[in-house]
């Protein structure tokens, strides 16, 4: 049950950090996985892909295709509503940073 509860927050922080990565510079799947293993995030692809398809369809994100040493890479970056998002996010996360740090 904790684990279910931990996942389910974390998958929110998740989705913040990869708009704020979408907002600096497009990224792909892989480099995302390993960016957020490096903030302890364990994150599969079958987590991730489903997680940025997800982000894309409601508008958040938008997908680019590169090809990359002859094959097709897809690249991410943050919508102008991800932006808005993004930022109401990071409002949020703030206030509620500030009143839980003690």
Known sequence: ????????????FIQI???HHAKEEP???SWMIEELQEHGY???PGT???LLHRLESNGLLE???RIVDGKVR???KI?????????EAKVKALELFNEIKD
């Open 79 to 87: 919508t102008d509503n991800g932006l808005k998002v993004l930022e």
């Open 1 to 12: 049950m904790k684990n279910k509860i931990l996942r389910k927050l974390f998958l929110g």
């Open 74 to 76: 897809k690249y991410y």
């Open 27 to 29: 990224f792909y799947g």
């Open 48 to 50: 991730l892909y489903p």
């Open 63 to 65: 997908k680019e295709k």
């Open 42 to 44: 364990d994150i599969s």
């Open 17 to 19: 950090h990869i708009l």
